[in-house]
């Protein structure tokens, strides 16, 4: 592979050794996907007219990869509308090619889950999901996401670093705009992190393999708004089940780039939810206060931006921040509304 090749030859190349890495022919046609932030997504055709999905994990552990597909099979398993990865040659469901492990999936068509059918129909499917995934075997797994922890002195001292490079580089004229915006984000962030519980305070929630990013892109639906496949599931761990719950109420209901939160389509999603399993009005309302302090204490889209400079993550963090003061003013009524 001559490395003077224009860029498109080149991930043309790696998708081709992908598809080979998996007994496939080589692609007629390959299309990037953009929709995700994290990982290399490529939709491909191949001579027969089988279309694939293949992904090009971020991570560059085949073990966090083999481990999503672990969880997959045993959702699948569980009467969960979701594709099975291909089987390499040597049984793998992982190939390994320019150090990522890649993955490959039939390519679903449908639509992305909308309203009006969404939240009834979001509500009732992650309680499949988690109802499907409450005997899912964990032992010699190793997932992407560990436990819900943080430490508040820790992550002002990270903030402190962060605003020390930023203010190197405003004196080498080299910061933007996000720089600039994160140093007025970090004095929000540390006018309420000083109220901030340990994460002990969590510590008896409901525990369970969760998918951990369910949220509408990752859910597409027929014309009728039955979901009629989950996707996606890079996120899935063992966590508490609630941060799923809330995760889906907040990436879908509250506003993840700061628009008004949909109150009532939160409480459907979660009256549909509990109508599928149980979920008590205690633990919902400790799930509130633990994504809250959580996503307070999550740099990682500023130390993204401050290791490799713009990227397509910058933009989600003004809603993380708009969301964390909402919850800490309004979460406790918005709990009680979701209980109505």
Request: hydrophobic share 45%; with cysteine.
């Amino acid at each position: 592979m001559d490395a003077n090749e224009p860029r498109d030859d080149l991930e043309r190349q790696t998708v081709a050794h992908v598809c080979m890495a998996f007994g496939l022919s080589a692609p007629v046609t390959v299309e990037r996907v953009t929709t995700g932030y994290l990982n290399r997504d490529e939709a491909v055709t191949l001579a027969n007219g089988q279309r694939l999905f293949l992904k090009g994990s971020r991570h560059r552990d085949a073990a966090v990869v083999i481990a999503e597909h672990a969880v997959i099979a045993h959702a699948a398993a569980g009467g969960i509308p979701t594709p099975l990865p291909l089987v390499a040659p040597d049984g793998c469901t992982a190939v390994m090619i320019d150090d990522t492990p890649w993955s490959a999936f039939p390519f679903r068509d449908g639509a992305t889950l909308h309203e009006p059918e969404m939240a009834a129909h979001h509500g009732k499917m992650l309680a499949r999901v988690h109802g499907a995934l409450t005997d899912c075997p964990t032992d010699g797994l190793t997932f992407a996401e560990g436990p819900l922890t943080w430490d508040t002195p820790a992550t002002l001292a990270e903030m402190d670093g962060l605003e020390a490079r930023i203010a190197e580089r405003q004196r080498a004229g080299h910061a933007d705009a996000f720089d600039g915006w994160t140093r007025e984000a970090f004095v929000r962030l540390r006018h309420l992190l000083r109220g901030a519980p340990p994460p002990e305070t969590f510590a008896g929630l409901p525990q369970g393999v969760i998918h951990g990013d369910f949220y509408p892109p990752n859910l597409l639906c027929d014309a009728a708004g039955e979901i009629v496949a989950v996707l996606d599931w890079e996120f899935a761990t063992v966590r508490p089940r609630v941060w799923d719950v809330m995760r889906a109420l907040a990436f879908t209901y509250l506003g993840v780039h700061g628009e008004e939160p949909d109150r009532t389509g939160a409480r459907r999603c979660v009256q549909a939810y509990r109508a599928a399993t149980p979920l008590t009005a205690d633990e919902l309302a400790a799930g509130v206060q633990l994504y809250l302090w959580r996503t307070a204490h999550n740099l990682v889209k500023y130390r993204w931006h401050d290791e490799r400079g713009p990227g397509p993550t910058d933009a989600l963090a003004p809603g993380d921040l708009a969301l964390i003061e909402w919850l800490h003013t309004h979460g406790t009524a918005f709990t009680a509304s979701l209980m109505e």
